[in-house]
């Protein structure tokens, strides 16, 4: 067992790092878990006062000097370095076009890291041809998540603010991460805690089997069916054997946005749960199914310190219900809302062993699942943090896909701050859904939404007939 | 009750606790995600030695409504 690594020490990893570790090591590209974002404003940047920023940043977040190293028996470890010493890279693409200029950053985050004691992220301070300036940051999954990359970013930010304006304040400290860690890994160590979330995840998983429903309709199931000769079965592969990547990303404007937004305050719920509400309704108008599973992230950063911890914590569980058409919709919204609420207090529970859990209970063939995508809902944008620091100045935030996923459909809805819209960007593998499928489901998924916002009594049953 | 939520609050969001008023509601003015607002159940359960059922707690929108919540659970004891 590793104690020691360079003459600082080392610590397991967590649930949430091993998860995404887990399904790297079965991904052929290892640049599966690259994160690639860039944020550049309208102003001329001071590049030097930047470069001090981000070395800055790198001091006070632990988890961006977080390095990998493994012993004899292949068990990987973590360890946080002291300080960042690589030169900050500069590259200017003014003599380029916006799409070339696009083109090399998305080349960027398809490049894997090492791992092994080496550092697990990369900043670029770029001008791009649009005369935008900022930075391009890659972090790799283990280490960061967008939660806290936007948090990283953030401080970068206030760091040069302070720097350069008068009146700006020095941004508070950030959060040990070791710390973070360290809580985890008492939880992982067989607490009170863990045995109580183990019991309500295994007994919601004996309750019944799940069942698969498909982008377009019951065909995978019923081939599955057809091929193994068990009409009963209830699992599907909905993968191809590429792991080939695109990103797609269909835009709701700022109106139908705020409508999304009033029906949530009015009702008491969260975007995430009348996402889930809409997309559930989708697989259950295409399937014929009133049992609709679906993979749900849970950031699990709740206090101040895990907010500004760094790392990566999320959780992603299967959330599965079984609603009939005859509730309306708004009591559907309801049933999510409580179910998310139980899964919020039981959401440190380690993901890996749920499956393994499931896994056991209904042997399926490898492969076979009952999720047909992933849902994430990430609410926290720039412009609430840190970015109204520089008034007017308008600025681009881009996430560039790193061109792999090892899941048929995975959808994360962000809030656009430029204009309060909100961006569905589908991460799909090109080869299991086509843009056309998407496109289908988009559609619907707002025309469900939408009638249901505007008709909350009406029974999912009559949403179904009338969208 | 009220200050004692008040410093519990303070861990979750950036608010100073003299923001924090009984008419403040816990999305809307706070800040707080539904997340949040559950997680700080688990810590209020473990302060207080009371036990909060989620789907009661998933109707309290004010910081007052929960210090009464709060108050009432403790009466019951």
């Given at each position: 067992?590793?104690?020691?690594?360079?003459?600082?020490?080392?610590?397991?990893?967590?649930?949430?790092?091993?998860?995404?570790?887990?399904?790297?090591?079965?991904?052929?590209?290892?640049?599966?878990?690259?994160?690639?974002?860039?944020?550049?404003?309208?102003?001329?940047?001071?590049?030097?006062?930047?470069?001090?920023?981000?070395?800055?940043?790198?001091?006070?977040?632990?988890?961006?000097?977080?390095?990998?190293?493994?012993?004899?028996?292949?068990?990987?470890?973590?360890?946080?370095?002291?300080?960042?010493?690589?030169?900050?890279?500069?590259?200017?693409?003014?003599?380029?076009?916006?799409?070339?200029?696009?083109?090399?950053?998305?080349?960027?985050?398809?490049?894997?890291?090492?791992?092994?004691?080496?550092?697990?992220?990369?900043?670029?301070?770029?001008?791009?041809?649009?005369?935008?300036?900022?930075?391009?940051?890659?972090?790799?999954?283990?280490?960061?998540?967008?939660?806290?990359?936007?948090?990283?970013?953030?401080?970068?930010?206030?760091?040069?603010?302070?720097?350069?304006?008068?009146?700006?304040?020095?941004?508070?400290?950030?959060?040990?991460?070791?710390?973070?860690?360290?809580?985890?890994?008492?939880?992982?160590?067989?607490?009170?805690?863990?045995?109580?979330?183990?019991?309500?995840?295994?007994?919601l998983i004996e309750s019944s089997e799940p069942i698969?429903?498909?982008?377009?309709?019951?065909?995978?199931?019923?081939?599955?069916?057809?091929?193994?000769?068990?009409?009963?079965?209830?699992?599907?592969?909905?993968?191809?054997?590429?792991?080939?990547?695109?990103?797609?990303?269909?835009?709701?404007?700022?109106?139908?946005?705020?409508?999304?937004?009033?029906?949530?305050?009015?009702?008491?719920?969260?975007?995430?749960?009348?996402?889930?509400?809409?997309?559930?309704?989708?697989?259950?108008?295409?399937?014929?199914?009133?049992?609709?599973?679906?993979?749900?992230?849970?950031?699990?950063?709740?206090?101040?310190?895990?907010?500004?911890?760094?790392?990566?914590?999320?959780?992603?569980?299967?959330?599965?219900?079984?609603?009939?058409?005859?509730?309306?919709?708004?009591?559907?919204?309801?049933?999510?809302?409580?179910?998310?609420?139980?899964?919020?207090?039981?959401?440190?529970?380690?993901?890996?062993?749920?499956?393994?859990?499931?896994?056991?209970?209904?042997?399926?063939?490898?492969?076979?699942?009952?999720?047909?995508?992933?849902?994430?809902?990430?609410?926290?944008?720039?412009?609430?943090?840190?970015?109204?620091k520089l008034g007017d100045i308008q600025y681009k935030?881009?996430?560039?896909?790193?061109?792999?996923?090892?899941?048929?459909?995975?959808?994360?809805?962000?809030?656009?701050?430029?204009?309060?819209?909100?961006?569905?960007?589908?991460?799909?593998?090109?080869?299991?859904?086509?843009?056309?499928?998407?496109?289908?489901?988009?559609?619907?998924?707002?025309?469900?939404?939408?009638?249901?916002?505007?008709?909350?009594?009406?029974?999912?049953?009559?949403?179904?007939?009338?969208? | 009750?009220?200050?004692?939520?008040?410093?519990?609050?303070?861990?979750?969001?950036?608010?100073?606790?003299?923001?924090?008023?009984?008419?403040?509601?816990?999305?809307?003015?706070?800040?707080?995600?539904?997340?949040?607002?559950?997680?700080?159940?688990?810590?209020?359960?473990?302060?207080?030695?009371?036990?909060?059922?989620?789907?009661?707690?998933?109707?309290?929108?004010?910081?007052?409504?929960?210090?009464?919540?709060?108050?009432?659970?403790?009466?019951?004891?």
């Amino acid at each position: 067992m590793m104690r020691k690594r360079k003459g600082y020490p080392v610590y397991p990893l967590t649930a949430a790092q091993k998860f995404h570790f887990f399904y790297q090591n079965f991904c052929p590209k290892k640049e599966v878990l690259n994160i690639g974002t860039s944020l550049t404003i309208g102003v001329d940047l001071d590049f030097e006062e930047l470069k001090k920023a981000i070395y800055k940043a790198y001091e006070r977040c632990d988890s961006m000097r977080l390095r990998f190293a493994h012993d004899k028996e292949g068990t990987y470890y973590q360890y946080v370095v002291d300080k960042e010493e690589r030169d900050i890279e500069f590259v200017d693409f003014t003599e380029k076009t916006m799409e070339e200029a696009e083109e090399i950053m998305k080349e960027w985050t398809r490049v894997p890291f090492k791992r092994d004691d080496s550092p697990m992220n990369r900043i670029v301070m770029i001008k791009t041809p649009d005369g935008f300036q900022g930075i391009y940051l890659l972090v790799d999954h283990m280490t960061m998540d967008a939660q806290s990359l936007i948090c990283f970013l953030k401080d970068i930010i206030e760091l040069y603010c302070n720097a350069k304006y008068e009146g700006v304040p020095y941004p508070k400290d950030m959060a040990s991460y070791i710390e973070q860690v360290q809580r985890d890994l008492a939880y992982e160590a067989d607490s009170k805690a863990q045995a109580k979330d183990a019991e309500y995840f295994q007994k919601l998983i004996e309750s019944s089997e799940p069942i698969y429903n498909g982008i377009d309709g019951p065909g995978a199931l019923e081939a599955e069916r057809k091929r193994s000769g068990n009409l009963n079965a209830r699992a599907a592969i909905n993968v191809s054997d590429s792991v080939d990547s695109a990103l797609d990303i269909f835009h709701l404007e700022a109106e139908p946005t705020k409508r999304l937004m009033d029906f949530c305050e009015k009702y008491h719920v969260s975007l995430a749960t009348l996402l889930l509400m809409g997309l559930r309704t989708y697989f259950q108008k295409m399937n014929g199914n009133d049992d609709v599973s679906i993979n749900t992230a849970i950031a699990r950063r709740a206090t101040l310190k895990e907010k500004k911890s760094g790392g990566t914590r999320i959780h992603s569980f299967p959330f599965r219900t079984i609603i009939s058409p005859d509730h309306t919709f708004l009591e559907g919204v309801y049933m999510i809302r409580d179910l998310q609420n139980e899964y919020f207090r039981h959401a440190n529970y380690d993901p890996v062993a749920y499956f393994a859990y499931r896994s056991k209970l209904y042997p399926n063939p490898q492969g076979q699942t009952y999720e047909p995508m992933s849902l994430t809902y990430q609410p926290l944008t720039l412009k609430e943090k840190g970015l109204d620091k520089l008034g007017d100045i308008q600025y681009k935030t881009k996430w560039y896909p790193n061109g792999a996923t090892t899941q048929a459909m995975y959808l994360t809805v962000m809030h656009r701050p430029e204009d309060n819209g909100l961006d569905f960007n589908f991460e799909h593998q090109v080869k299991a859904v086509s843009r056309e499928k998407l496109e289908y489901l988009y559609y619907y998924l707002c025309r469900i939404l939408f009638k249901g916002v505007e008709n909350p009594d009406l029974s999912i049953g009559d949403i179904i007939k009338l969208v | 009750m009220f200050e004692k939520l008040v410093n519990i609050i303070c861990n979750y969001v950036e608010v100073e606790p003299e923001n924090v008023h009984p008419e403040s509601r816990f999305m809307e003015d706070l800040g707080f995600t539904s997340f949040d607002f559950m997680s700080m159940l688990g810590e209020l359960e473990e302060e207080l030695d009371v036990e909060i059922d989620e789907h009661e707690a998933a109707n309290i929108r004010t910081v007052q409504e929960a210090a009464d919540y709060l108050e009432k659970l403790k009466a019951e004891e």
